[in-house]
């Protein structure tokens, strides 16, 4: 920083000196007076509080947004310094954090060096698209544009062509996505979308050969079941070899997280044999084959497992009570696991 500011310092002196002498106390007495400036921490209310320097903005246009933001910058004087400087082609857009005792200087070089501020949106692998409605809507650094609108709405908005299905379950990726304050919540929608579109498209790229899925979109639904059935990713492969036999042999999936994304709002923590008897579009008892759509967001690793899963004849398997699962090839011997696992709790 002392090296820049000297820089600055010496423009200011060959600007004066070029005028001839008889400026040269006037100019001493300036180059005092911006060097002072540059270097003088501002008072800013509140003592914390961001900025935003909107994209394409001229040298001029920052200072004012500056000063409208909060930030008290002498507007000519922080002109002349980012010319000195030669940085007027280097500030850069986006949404910055200043704190009171902050110099001009200091402002200047975090706008030149892209310093922004960014916050953070988290999607959790096994939320539904409602969970992460919920989450994005509750986040206050967003601009909240989707407010109101239905997800058929917010998938048109996105040009998502799934937006015919109604529903935009399992078609956003789970990460962590960073924007500028302000942010349309649209912006982490359609990154999210991509992202899946992505990670689901290397995936069906990369699949085992012989699997019982027409389309990627069966895929992405079957590693929706896989995420909500078991968080052990080194049985994720099993699982999903279980629920790829139990179609191809022509056997309903008969899985508890379908059914209970099919009662929506009436599940309250625990389900019933009345439950597995009612039938809906998601309940995997009463109805063979896949449901309709997609159940929760996959992660990778469960997209990885739905497309390449282990190579077993198991069609079963019950949990162990530890997170891990029995698989087993017949019924005898599922009921044997039961007896022990479940039962025998």
Same mark, same amino acid.
């Given at each position: 920083?002392?090296?820049?500011?000297?820089?600055?310092?010496? *423009?200011?002196?060959?600007?004066?000196?070029?005028?001839?002498?008889?400026?040269?106390?006037?100019?001493?007495?300036?180059?005092?007076?911006?060097?002072?400036?540059?270097?003088?921490?501002? +008072?800013?209310?509140?003592?914390?509080?961001?900025?935003?320097?909107? =994209?394409?903005?001229?040298? @001029?246009?920052?200072?004012?947004?500056?000063?409208?933001?909060?930030?008290?910058?002498?507007?000519?004087?922080?002109?002349?310094?980012?010319?000195?400087?030669?940085?007027?082609?280097?500030?850069? *857009?986006?949404?910055?954090?200043?704190?009171?005792?902050?110099? =001009?200087?200091?402002?200047?070089?975090?706008?030149?060096?892209?310093?922004?501020?960014?916050?953070?949106?988290?999607?959790?692998?096994?939320?539904?698209?409602?969970?992460?409605r919920a989450e994005l809507d509750a986040n206050p650094a967003l601009?909240?544009?989707?407010?109101?609108?239905?997800?058929?709405d917010l998938m048109n908005a996105i040009n998502a062509p799934e937006?015919?299905?109604?529903?935009?379950?399992?078609?956003?990726?789970?990460?962590?996505?960073?924007?500028?304050?302000?942010? *349309?919540?649209?912006?982490?929608?359609?990154? $999210?979308? /991509?992202?899946?579109?992505? /990670?689901?498209?290397?995936?069906?790229?990369?699949?085992?050969?012989?699997?019982?899925?027409?389309?990627?979109?069966?895929? !992405?639904?079957?590693?929706?079941?896989?995420?909500?059935?078991?968080?052990?990713?080194?049985?994720? #492969?099993?699982? $999903? $070899?279980?629920?790829?036999? @139990?179609? @191809?042999?022509?056997?309903?999936?008969?899985?508890?997280?379908?059914?209970?994304?099919?009662?929506?709002?009436?599940?309250?923590?625990?389900? @019933?044999?009345? %439950?597995?008897?009612?039938?809906? #579009?998601?309940?995997?008892?009463?109805?063979?084959?896949?449901?309709?759509?997609?159940?929760?967001? #996959?992660?990778?690793? *469960? !997209?990885?497992?739905?497309?390449?899963? $282990?190579?077993?004849?198991?069609?079963?398997?019950?949990?162990?009570? %530890?997170?891990?699962?029995?698989?087993? +090839?017949?019924?005898? %011997?599922?009921?044997?696991?039961?007896d022990k696992y479940i039962r025998g709790q």
């Amino acid at each position: 920083m002392q090296s820049n500011l000297a820089t600055f310092r010496m *423009s200011l002196l060959k600007k004066c000196f070029a005028a001839g002498a008889i400026v040269v106390v006037l100019a001493a007495a300036a180059i005092a007076g911006g060097y002072h400036w540059a270097n003088s921490p501002l +008072d800013l209310n509140p003592a914390q509080l961001d900025v935003t320097v909107k =994209p394409h903005s001229s040298l @001029r246009s920052v200072t004012l947004q500056l000063n409208r933001g909060g930030v008290p910058v002498e507007p000519e004087l922080f002109v002349i310094m980012t010319r000195l400087l030669g940085l007027q082609s280097e500030l850069k *857009s986006g949404n910055y954090e200043f704190k009171t005792g902050v110099t =001009p200087y200091e402002v200047l070089q975090k706008i030149a060096r892209g310093d922004v501020n960014e916050y953070v949106a988290t999607i959790i692998e096994g939320w539904t698209f409602k969970r992460m409605r919920a989450e994005l809507d509750a986040n206050p650094a967003l601009k909240h544009d989707t407010i109101g609108m239905s997800d058929t709405d917010l998938m048109n908005a996105i040009n998502a062509p799934e937006a015919s299905i109604g529903n935009g379950e399992g078609l956003f990726f789970p990460d962590t996505y960073l924007f500028d304050k302000n942010t *349309s919540d649209l912006d982490v929608y359609r990154r $999210a979308y /991509r992202l899946m579109r992505l /990670r689901l498209d290397e995936a069906w790229t990369a699949r085992a050969p012989n699997l019982p899925y027409k389309t990627p979109y069966d895929a !992405l639904t079957m590693a929706s079941i896989i995420e909500k059935e078991t968080g052990k990713k080194s049985d994720r #492969p099993m699982v $999903a $070899a279980v629920f790829a036999n @139990r179609l @191809r042999v022509g056997m309903p999936l008969q899985t508890d997280p379908t059914v209970i994304y099919g009662m929506g709002d009436s599940y309250a923590g625990h389900i @019933r044999k009345k %439950d597995l008897q009612t039938d809906t #579009p998601y309940n995997t008892y009463t109805r063979m084959g896949l449901p309709p759509t997609p159940i929760s967001l #996959p992660g990778v690793a *469960s !997209l990885q497992a739905a497309l390449n899963p $282990a190579q077993t004849t198991a069609l079963y398997f019950v949990s162990r009570g %530890d997170g891990s699962s029995i698989f087993s +090839d017949t019924l005898g %011997d599922h009921n044997k696991a039961v007896d022990k696992y479940i039962r025998g709790q």
